[in-house]
């Protein structure tokens, strides 16, 4: 198997560019994040007071040109997914009465109608040519002659309708109004792709990649475009492409890495790098080009160049140029929301003070022993200790003395020790989409101290009395043990395995530490491209920057620069600076990372030495965030920032105090447009040299007090703010150890979201507890996390002081069939299961893929609709599906006779293609579990009552070991049976890579273990005698064991053990039957249409029967995170499926594939008919710890082995240019108000 390249430069040239390049060695410092904006042609006007005529707007005009922009922006964020064309351009043209020329309209108004063409079949949208909308383009070049815009968007539409020398003439254009801008010079490479018949244009395309690499030295994608492109010309120099190549040898480490966590061979890479030199070095200039292209695929697909790709080359190029202002100078926005008085606090009244607390460096608020309150944890340089209000003072829960010296402390359930008896808050009756909260099971949160003297694990253990607890010193490696003087230090679940790793910065270095799930840690540092030179960090803000829904981590230096620490996947990191752009705000040492004026994306903010600072961003697509805008709130120095809604008027105040200073806290209220500059001191009575601050809900009446340290001691103010805000706090518990374990059980690193209409406001979840102010809106309309590993879960119209308990759902299995029953269209089964991309069993460990099935289709189940037989296949789950042939066998047989397919999940050799015949099934006499109990008529009929052999819960897919015994009976001397056939009817509960992944981390977990098969010898001691037998690939499926020499004496008992989370619903068995007579027939495949249509209901069964679902009832939400890349274009796509030829159809969540077959003629009189679906196809997990998993790149090509060129050829670009066109919206995922969970 292997990649594709998505649309490369062309190779074969004849000229050669014009123009060499010096190239030097990529280093991980010269990584910067572009904009990806064109700055030299739609930065808005600096805001003013008055129209360039001198024209004063009236507060009307304000109020309209404020609100329809914010609409517009809104809306063009959406316009793919909803279609909001029509209302854009209608908003555009009310702003343009009053700013008439404004170029947020102009270029906003061309941007609505490129988008417009990529959405032509959905209703409401302006019927549109590519045509109609290059001569709109047309007016706005001549309005705007010095833009290169439009001319970009021109070449985009070309691109799109396939018109190559439209779009060559249109990048030509750009370049000229854009010389520096990498962007152009990238569309003008690209263009040479549809003329690669003209050696002059092909040339020109050569020295344009080149142009762009200039202007974009670290991205690897170009790198690996250009090194065959360089190699192919007519007369290449030696040393330009010898040059290329040494650009990429930063990137051979970690694709060695990435080869030997797949178990291939980690100098693969090295032998291609090499031989493609001495290639050069001899001017073998065809096998040069043919190693430089192959040396691009086995890198294109790795996270990094991913990144760079979406940078040069996005999905969704006109979303890049939105103007997000007006250029005109008008007055700033009037700010929206409650208007509230300042914040006002006093002395609580409830709670004691507490005496000060000698060397306190640390302060921070949990309920550390599960009873629903709030303690306090005191952090002294070398004591951690716990403490609780009790009978009108403070009593200790518990403490620890260490070796220290230490500053911080980290809290949170590391060890995911459920506790049965914890007190669980109570949370909404009635039938919703999540567990009861009173059945969620709680554990308890753990501790790291941190500080000059090194990291010390602490384990909270709950004694015998259960009142009691004391804190245990969990042993890590030499390597840890040994760390000393960590700056910074944050828990977040980088490897998304379920736990929680950690991240310390130290004085020149950052380091990675990854939870093997015993609490231990081991460094996974070497995976990362950190800066060679000194990194000074000073704090580390986790959180899901760019949207992709890997966690990065946003820090800030000690000299006051911003960056980002850019998860690539796989517990590998890059640290990205962030751009001259966010300069404007003052140098910071803490950063915050949250969303200040509800638009979805997140913001930063700043404080340092020279002021508080506010950095906005805007993400026009997943994996991109601009800087929208960077500012100073004001000028008194910063050592703490806290973001946090205090007068719950639903927007993000700031709150920050100096150490250095006099400790005042200041506060910076929130608006709709973000903490306004100019600063209010908070008045705090009896508190002086303020050193800490935490915000709780101290008095539970709905709005967030304060805990103080200062020169007095401890103190507590009571927030006593009038407002008219109602609130919502938020406590989370994913399911512990025995459950699921798919996220840490606070849910740190979540994004919790609170959608009002259409305003939404986020926050990422860091803490037990999370507070939102809601303003007026007494009850939201829904509450949606998106746990860590990128699945999300709804509430529809939330109450207040929410328990939110993680549900199990099935993220990803395979797609489904639904099939025509004569009435309906009823759910079937899921198929795909034998062919996984990228799945891992434990890092490293690759599952196989067996692109090929044979399903049955009983007669019953598939009935002719008008005249055709039609089978709908969906992709529901957070996955994709490519297809290569689809086809229907109908199988007719005598009425007497049943037919079954082998549908098991192994090699081919394990499960070749049979019809099997069944003409008298035969009963085990006994079926028991592992515990002696009968369970024969679990499995004596397939009526969907499931014997489940697993008593304890599900870890998601794996459970505790366990079996089916079956005793066949007595078939006499064991050598008289010469074919015995069990048939075993069931379905497997997938276990998630990332489960698997974890799982495998800790040593003292068992390995997976599939479906063997034990008999007993002649003493009656059992025997393995397969250790691998199959198991039944998904829901509802069939697997056939040919047990004709499988029994070692005349015993016929066997065991299928396994530690698979497996349900069985019927077995029986044949015995020397020979093989009935069968009419195999191919069903012509007529029509096949690919379309959306949404996701189908899911309903739970009883009687441990697999989930199933409604066809009928369909949510049309973007449930999922989309992935990267071209899928197949909508429409007739039956070219498509008739062959095996890699030629794929590639299709997403959501999607719906429509087959329809004419039945041949009906079988003869006294015979009955059954139908084999043959699929040759793969599916592709989004799990995090999927190989490649959000992208639908590198599409599996099985002839590259006959055909070396294969996936480069021409007739392959010329099939991807064709049929894989279709992009998705990803940021609607986040922009688009859900409807349902999945």
Same mark, same amino acid.
């Given at each position: 198997?292997?990649?594709?390249?998505?649309?490369?430069?062309?190779?074969?040239?004849?000229?050669?560019?014009?123009?060499?390049?010096?190239?030097?060695?990529?280093?991980?410092?010269?990584?910067?994040?572009?904009?990806?904006?064109?700055?030299?042609?739609?930065?808005?006007?600096?805001?003013?007071?008055?129209?360039?005529?001198?024209?004063?707007?009236?507060?009307?005009?304000?109020?309209?040109?404020?609100?329809?922009?914010?609409?517009?922006?809104?809306?063009?964020?959406?316009?793919?997914?909803?279609?909001?064309?029509?209302?854009?351009?209608?908003?555009?043209?009310?702003?343009?009465?009053?700013?008439?020329?404004?170029?947020?309209?102009?270029?906003?108004?061309?941007?609505?109608?490129?988008?417009?063409?990529?959405?032509?079949?959905?209703?409401?949208?302006?019927?549109?040519?590519?045509?109609?909308?290059?001569?709109?383009?047309?007016?706005?070049?001549?309005?705007?002659?010095?833009?290169?815009?439009?001319?970009?968007?021109?070449?985009?539409?070309?691109?799109?309708?396939?018109?190559?020398?439209?779009?060559?003439?249109?990048?030509?254009?750009?370049?000229?109004?854009?010389?520096?801008?990498?962007?152009?010079?990238?569309?003008?490479?690209?263009?040479?792709?549809?003329?690669?018949?003209?050696?002059?244009?092909?040339?020109?395309?050569?020295?344009?990649?080149?142009?762009?690499?200039?202007?974009?030295?670290?991205?690897?994608?170009?790198?690996?475009?250009?090194?065959?492109?360089?190699?192919?010309?007519?007369?290449?120099?030696?040393?330009?492409?010898?040059?290329?190549?040494?650009?990429?040898?930063?990137?051979?480490?970690?694709?060695?890495?990435?080869?030997?966590?797949?178990?291939?061979?980690?100098?693969?890479?090295?032998?291609?790098?090499?031989?493609?030199?001495?290639?050069?070095?001899?001017?073998?200039?065809?096998?040069?080009?043919?190693?430089?292209?192959?040396?691009?695929?086995?890198?294109?697909?790795?996270?990094?160049?991913?990144?760079?790709?979406?940078?040069?080359?996005?999905?969704?190029?006109?979303?890049?140029?939105?103007?997000?202002?007006?250029?005109?100078?008008?007055?700033?926005?009037?700010?929206?929301?409650?208007?509230?008085?300042?914040?006002?606090?006093?002395?609580?009244?409830?709670?004691?003070?507490?005496?000060?607390?000698?060397?306190?460096?640390?302060?921070?608020?949990?309920?550390?022993?599960?009873?629903?309150?709030?303690?306090?944890?005191?952090?002294?340089?070398?004591?951690?200790?716990?403490?609780?209000?009790?009978?009108?003072?403070?009593?200790?829960?518990?403490?620890?003395?260490?070796?220290?010296?230490?500053?911080?402390?980290?809290?949170?359930?590391?060890?995911?020790?459920?506790?049965?008896?914890?007190?669980?808050?109570?949370?909404?009756?009635?039938?919703?989409?999540?567990?009861?909260?009173?059945?969620?099971?709680?554990?308890?949160?753990?501790?790291?101290?941190?500080?000059?003297?090194?990291?010390?694990?602490?384990?909270?253990?709950?004694?015998?009395?259960?009142?009691?607890?004391?804190?245990?010193?969990?042993?890590?490696?030499?390597?840890?043990?040994?760390?000393?003087?960590?700056?910074?230090?944050?828990?977040?679940?980088?490897?998304?395995?379920?736990?929680?790793?950690?991240?310390?910065?130290?004085?020149?270095?950052?380091?990675?530490?990854?939870?093997?799930?015993?609490?231990?840690?081991?460094?996974?540092?070497?995976?990362?491209?950190?800066?060679?030179?000194?990194?000074?960090?000073?704090?580390?803000?986790?959180?899901?920057?760019?949207?992709?829904?890997?966690?990065?981590?946003?820090?800030?230096?000690?000299?006051?620069?911003?960056?980002?620490?850019?998860?690539?996947?796989?517990?590998?990191?890059?640290?990205?600076?962030?751009?001259?752009?966010?300069?404007?705000?003052?140098?910071?040492?803490?950063?915050?990372?949250?969303?200040?004026?509800?638009?979805?994306?997140?913001?930063?903010?700043?404080?340092?030495?020279?002021?508080?600072?506010?950095?906005?961003?805007?993400?026009?697509?997943?994996?991109?965030?601009?800087?929208?805008?960077?500012?100073?709130?004001?000028?008194?120095?910063?050592?703490?920032?806290?973001?946090?809604?205090?007068?719950?008027?639903?927007?993000?105040?700031?709150?920050?105090?100096?150490?250095?200073?006099?400790?005042?806290?200041?506060?910076?209220?929130?608006?709709?447009?973000?903490?306004?500059?100019?600063?209010?001191?908070?008045?705090?009575?009896?508190?002086?040299?303020?050193?800490?601050?935490?915000?709780?809900?101290?008095?539970?009446?709905?709005?967030?007090?304060?805990?103080?340290?200062?020169?007095?001691?401890?103190?507590?103010?009571?927030?006593?703010?009038?407002?008219?805000?109602?609130?919502?706090?938020?406590?989370?518990?994913?399911?512990?150890?025995?459950?699921?374990?798919?996220?840490?059980?606070?849910?740190?690193?979540?994004?919790?979201?609170?959608?009002?209409?259409?305003?939404?406001?986020?926050?990422?979840?860091?803490?037990?507890?999370?507070?939102?102010?809601?303003?007026?809106?007494?009850?939201?309309?829904?509450?949606?996390?998106?746990?860590?590993?990128?699945?999300?879960?709804?509430?529809?119209?939330?109450?207040?002081?929410?328990?939110?308990?993680?549900?199990?759902?099935?993220?990803?299995?395979?797609?489904?069939?639904?099939?025509?029953?004569?009435?309906?269209?009823?759910?079937?089964?899921?198929?795909?299961?034998?062919?996984?991309?990228?799945?891992?069993?434990?890092?490293?460990?690759?599952?196989?893929?067996?692109?090929?099935?044979?399903?049955?289709?009983?007669?019953?189940?598939?009935?002719?609709?008008?005249?055709?037989?039609?089978?709908?296949?969906?992709?529901?789950?957070?996955?994709?599906?490519?297809?290569?042939?689809?086809?229907?066998?109908?199988?007719?047989?005598?009425?007497?006779?049943?037919?079954?397919?082998?549908?098991?999940?192994?090699?081919?050799?394990?499960?070749?293609?049979?019809?099997?015949?069944?003409?008298?099934?035969?009963?085990?006499?006994? @079926? $028991? !579990?592992?515990?002696? %109990?009968? &369970?024969?008529?679990?499995?004596?009929?397939? *009526?969907?009552? +499931? #014997?489940?052999?697993?008593?304890?819960?599900?870890?998601?897919?794996?459970?505790?070991?366990?079996?089916?015994?079956?005793?066949?009976?007595?078939?006499?001397?064991?050598?008289?049976?010469?074919?015995?056939?069990?048939?075993?009817?069931?379905?497997?509960?997938?276990?998630?890579?990332?489960?698997?992944?974890?799982?495998?981390?800790?040593?003292?977990?068992?390995?997976?273990?599939?479906?063997?098969?034990?008999?007993?010898?002649?003493?009656?001691?059992?025997?393995?005698?397969?250790?691998?037998?199959?198991?039944?690939?998904?829901?509802?499926?069939?697997?056939?064991?040919?047990?004709?020499?499988?029994?070692? @004496? $005349? !015993?016929?008992?066997? %065991?299928? &053990?396994?530690?698979?989370?497996?349900?069985? *619903?019927?077995? +029986? #068995?044949?015995?020397?039957?020979?093989?009935?007579?069968?009419?195999?027939?191919?069903?012509?495949?007529?029509?096949?249409?690919?379309?959306?249509?949404?996701?189908?209901?899911?309903?739970?069964?009883?009687?441990?029967?697999?989930?199933?679902?409604?066809?009928?009832?369909?949510?049309?939400?973007?449930?999922?995170?989309?992935?990267?890349?071209?899928?197949?274009?909508?429409?007739?796509?039956?070219?498509?499926?008739?062959?095996?030829?890699?030629?794929?159809?590639?299709?997403?969540?959501?999607?719906?594939?429509?087959?329809?077959?004419?039945?041949?003629?009906?079988?003869?009189?006294?015979?009955?008919?059954?139908?084999?679906?043959?699929?040759?196809?793969?599916?592709?997990?989004?799990?995090?710890?999927?190989?490649?998993?959000?992208?639908?790149?590198?599409?599996?090509?099985?002839?590259?082995?006959?055909?070396?060129?294969?996936?480069?050829?021409?007739?392959?670009?010329?099939?991807?240019?064709?049929?894989?066109?279709?992009?998705?919206?990803?940021?609607?995922?986040?922009?688009?108000?859900?409807?349902?969970?999945?």
């Amino acid at each position: 198997m292997a990649g594709v390249p998505e649309r490369s430069m062309p190779r074969h040239t004849t000229k050669r560019p014009t123009e060499d390049s010096s190239w030097k060695y990529i280093t991980a410092a010269t990584l910067v994040a572009l904009a990806g904006v064109i700055y030299w042609a739609c930065q808005p006007a600096p805001p003013g007071a008055l129209l360039g005529s001198g024209k004063v707007l009236t507060a009307e005009q304000q109020e309209l040109v404020f609100s329809r922009r914010n609409q517009v922006l809104g809306q063009l964020d959406n316009a793919l997914s909803e279609a909001q064309i029509q209302p854009v351009l209608d908003q555009l043209e009310e702003i343009g009465h009053v700013l008439p020329g404004d170029r947020f309209v102009t270029q906003n108004r061309a941007i609505a109608l490129v988008l417009a063409l990529q959405v032509q079949d959905k209703a409401g949208v302006p019927k549109l040519t590519p045509d109609d909308v290059l001569a709109e383009l047309e007016t706005i070049k001549k309005a705007d002659p010095k833009s290169a815009i439009p001319w970009l968007l021109a070449a985009q539409v070309a691109e799109k309708n396939s018109q190559g020398e439209q779009m060559l003439a249109e990048a030509r254009q750009a370049v000229k109004l854009a010389p520096k801008e990498p962007l152009a010079w990238f569309a003008l490479a690209k263009a040479g792709e549809f003329l690669a018949g003209d050696p002059e244009v092909v040339a020109e395309a050569t020295a344009a990649l080149q142009k762009a690499l200039s202007f974009d030295p670290t991205n690897t994608h170009i790198l690996r475009l250009l090194a065959p492109a360089l190699a192919g010309q007519q007369q290449p120099e030696v040393e330009g492409v010898l040059n290329t190549l040494r650009s990429q040898t930063a990137l051979l480490d970690l694709v060695r890495r990435d080869a030997a966590a797949q178990n291939k061979d980690p100098q693969e890479i090295d032998r291609y790098f090499q031989q493609a030199i001495d290639a050069a070095q001899e001017k073998d200039w065809d096998r040069c080009t043919g190693l430089c292209t192959r040396i691009g695929n086995l890198i294109k697909s790795q996270g990094w160049v991913q990144s760079d790709r979406q940078r040069i080359d996005p999905d969704q190029l006109a979303l890049r140029f939105v103007a997000t202002d007006f250029s005109t100078r008008i007055a700033p926005a009037k700010s929206e929301g409650i208007s509230s008085p300042p914040l006002q606090f006093t002395p609580a009244s409830d709670l004691p003070p507490l005496d000060p607390v000698a060397g306190l460096v640390d302060l921070q608020i949990a309920d550390a022993d599960d009873d629903g309150n709030l303690d306090l944890v005191l952090l002294t340089s070398n004591t951690l200790r716990v403490v609780t209000p009790r009978d009108g003072g403070w009593v200790t829960l518990f403490s620890h003395s260490g070796t220290g010296p230490w500053q911080q402390v980290l809290i949170a359930d590391l060890d995911r020790d459920e506790n049965k008896n914890a007190k669980k808050p109570l949370g909404p009756d009635g039938s919703t989409p999540l567990t009861d909260p009173r059945t969620c099971d709680t554990a308890d949160v753990d501790f790291i101290a941190w500080g000059p003297g090194g990291l010390e694990v602490l384990r909270n253990e709950l004694q015998d009395p259960p009142t009691s607890r004391q804190l245990q010193v969990i042993e890590q490696s030499p390597t840890f043990a040994e760390q000393r003087d960590p700056r910074a230090a944050t828990l977040v679940d980088f490897d998304h395995d379920g736990d929680l790793d950690l991240v310390v910065a130290f004085e020149k270095q950052v380091r990675f530490w990854r939870n093997r799930g015993d609490q231990t840690f081991e460094e996974v540092t070497d995976r990362s491209q950190v800066p060679a030179e000194d990194l000074s960090i000073a704090s580390l803000t986790p959180g899901p920057w760019n949207h992709d829904c890997f966690i990065d981590i946003v820090a800030t230096t000690v000299d006051g620069r911003l960056g980002v620490f850019e998860n690539l996947g796989h517990s590998a990191f890059r640290w990205v600076p962030l751009g001259a752009e966010a300069k404007s705000a003052p140098a910071g040492r803490k950063v915050v990372l949250f969303d200040a004026d509800g638009n979805a994306d997140w913001d930063l903010a700043t404080a340092g030495p020279q002021g508080i600072g506010l950095v906005k961003t805007r993400a026009p697509e997943v994996g991109l965030v601009q800087i929208a805008s960077a500012q100073s709130l004001g000028k008194l120095p910063g050592t703490h920032l806290i973001a946090a809604d205090f007068n719950n008027d639903s927007w993000m105040d700031l709150l920050a105090w100096s150490v250095t200073a006099d400790g005042t806290p200041q506060i910076f209220p929130g608006t709709a447009s973000g903490p306004q500059p100019g600063e209010t001191a908070v008045e705090l009575t009896g508190s002086t040299a303020i050193s800490l601050m935490v915000p709780a809900d101290l008095d539970r009446d709905g709005d967030l007090d304060l805990v103080v340290a200062g020169k007095e001691g401890v103190r507590f103010f009571s927030n006593v703010t009038p407002n008219e805000g109602h609130w919502l706090d938020l406590r989370l518990r994913a399911q512990p150890d025995d459950k699921v374990a798919r996220v840490n059980h606070l849910g740190i690193g979540s994004v919790a979201e609170i959608w009002m209409g259409d305003q939404v406001r986020r926050q990422i979840v860091s803490q037990q507890f999370t507070h939102f102010g809601l303003g007026k809106v007494s009850q939201p309309d829904l509450l949606r996390l998106v746990w860590t590993n990128c699945v999300p879960q709804s509430l529809l119209q939330p109450a207040s002081d929410q328990v939110l308990c993680q549900v199990q759902v099935q993220t990803t299995s395979c797609p489904f069939l639904f099939t025509w029953t004569g009435e309906r269209f009823e759910f079937l089964y899921d198929f795909l299961w034998g062919a996984p991309i990228g799945l891992q069993f434990a890092e490293g460990v690759l599952a196989p893929a067996r692109p090929w099935e044979y399903l049955h289709i009983p007669g019953d189940r598939l009935q002719p609709r008008d005249g055709r037989l039609v089978l709908q296949m969906t992709e529901e789950l957070q996955e994709a599906t490519y297809l290569d042939q689809v086809e229907l066998l109908a199988i007719d047989h005598p009425a007497e006779v049943e037919v079954f397919s082998n549908e098991k999940v192994g090699p081919p050799d394990l499960a070749p293609y049979e019809v099997h015949t069944v003409r008298q099934r035969r009963a085990p006499v006994a @079926a $028991r !579990d592992q515990h002696g %109990r009968d &369970v024969l008529d679990e499995v004596a009929l397939a *009526d969907g009552r +499931f #014997f489940r052999g697993f008593d304890a819960p599900a870890r998601t897919g794996r459970v505790e070991s366990h079996f089916l015994e079956l005793d066949l009976g007595d078939l006499g001397p064991a050598e008289q049976a010469e074919r015995i056939l069990l048939v075993l009817s069931g379905y497997i509960f997938p276990t998630p890579t990332s489960v698997s992944v974890g799982l495998a981390q800790d040593p003292a977990n068992p390995p997976g273990q599939p479906p063997a098969l034990w008999v007993p010898d002649a003493q009656g001691e059992w025997r393995e005698v397969r250790p691998f037998c199959g198991f039944p690939g998904g829901k509802n499926k069939t697997i056939v064991l040919d047990l004709s020499d499988a029994f070692l @004496a $005349r !015993d016929y008992r066997l %065991r299928i &053990v396994t530690n698979f989370e497996i349900c069985w *619903d019927e077995a +029986f #068995f044949t015995l020397d039957e020979t093989p009935a007579e069968i009419r195999q027939t191919p069903v012509e495949l007529t029509r096949a249409d690919l379309h959306f249509r949404g996701f189908s209901r899911r309903v739970t069964n009883p009687h441990n029967a697999p989930d199933a679902y409604l066809y009928d009832q369909v949510d049309t939400s973007t449930l999922w995170l989309p992935m990267q890349g071209a899928f197949t274009r909508y429409g007739d796509v039956r070219p498509l499926l008739t062959t095996e030829d890699d030629h794929l159809l590639v299709f997403g969540f959501g999607d719906e594939l429509t087959l329809e077959f004419t039945p041949p003629p009906p079988p003869p009189a006294g015979w009955k008919r059954d139908y084999i679906l043959h699929n040759v196809g793969w599916d592709k997990d989004c799990d995090p710890n999927v190989r490649q998993c959000a992208t639908v790149d590198p599409l599996p090509f099985r002839n590259l082995a006959n055909d070396p060129e294969g996936s480069d050829s021409d007739s392959y670009r010329a099939y991807l240019r064709t049929w894989q066109t279709r992009t998705l919206p990803r940021m609607d995922f986040w922009r688009r108000k859900p409807t349902g969970t999945p």
